[in-house]
């Protein structure tokens, strides 16, 4: 079946660092790819997405590659600020009507000043 | 509502006794989802509607879940003789369209922790 992995956390970094999360993944067919984030005493929110191979999803400074040579979909951004701090999953949605989606373990980020 | 709306936010209760979980999706959004977050287990799919119907149940860990949708809008999620494995925290979402294939955007409630002593 669908599965995602996600690097083991928690994450720690000081503010202006580099931010790297890798996620990889188990589908059949051409799933489709997504970062979901979940702020403290917030419900998940889509950060950023990517459809098919190659794609590269971006939002708020982070970004991803849709890398199915890999299966891979790596977050990324530049330089991270405390407002980052927050709950990172990775999901994947497998095709048809019924589809779903299956999460990452989700790993927690913490940004200091 | 503006969001997805969950209630309890919070519920500590007994072993042995059932508990019901209350989703209020987004108006107009005809798929709706249930998930259980566990600590260090992340996201698990439990059920999902399409509309009234369920046509995915296979997320439901045994059959002392359950989970019903009425008038395409809220859904209530009851675990009976609720054991301390129960305890987690029980996420709903939905969205506009049939599936995520593609758009992906579920829109999350903020969910009911669940705490079985």
């Known amino acids: 079946g669908d599965s995602v992995t996600q690097m083991e956390g928690p994450v720690t970094l000081s503010e202006e660092a580099f931010l790297t999360i890798n996620c990889t993944y188990t589908a059949t067919g051409y799933p489709s790819l997504f970062w979901y984030v979940q702020y403290p005493g917030e419900g998940l929110q889509l950060l950023l997405k990517?459809?098919?191979?190659?794609d590269k999803g971006s939002n708020k400074g982070f970004e991803a590659t849709y890398r199915k040579e890999t299966t891979s979909f790596h977050l990324e951004k530049g330089s991270v600020q405390v407002s980052d701090s927050a709950v990172y999953f990775c999901a994947l949605s497998s095709t048809g009507a019924n589809s779903k989606l299956t999460f990452g373990k989700g790993i927690t980020l913490s940004v200091r000043p | 509502g503006a969001g997805v709306s969950q209630s309890p936010s919070n519920k500590v209760t007994e072993k042995g006794k059932d508990v019901e979980l209350r989703c209020d999706p987004i108006?107009?959004?005809?798929?709706l989802y249930w998930y259980r977050q566990s600590l260090g287990q992340g996201l698990e799919f439990l059920i999902y509607?399409?509309?009234?119907?369920?046509?995915?149940k296979s997320g439901l860990p045994s059959d002392r879940f359950s989970a019903e949708r009425t008038g395409g809008s809220v859904s209530t999620l009851t675990i009976q003789r609720t054991q301390q494995e129960d305890s987690a925290v029980y996420l709903c979402a939905s969205s506009k369209a049939p599936g995520v294939a593609g758009t992906g955007e579920l829109f999350f409630g903020e969910g009911s922790r669940l705490t079985v002593l």
């Open positions: 990517a459809t098919k191979a190659d």
């Open positions: 108006s107009g959004h005809t798929a």
């Open positions: 509607f399409q509309g009234n119907s369920a046509p995915d």
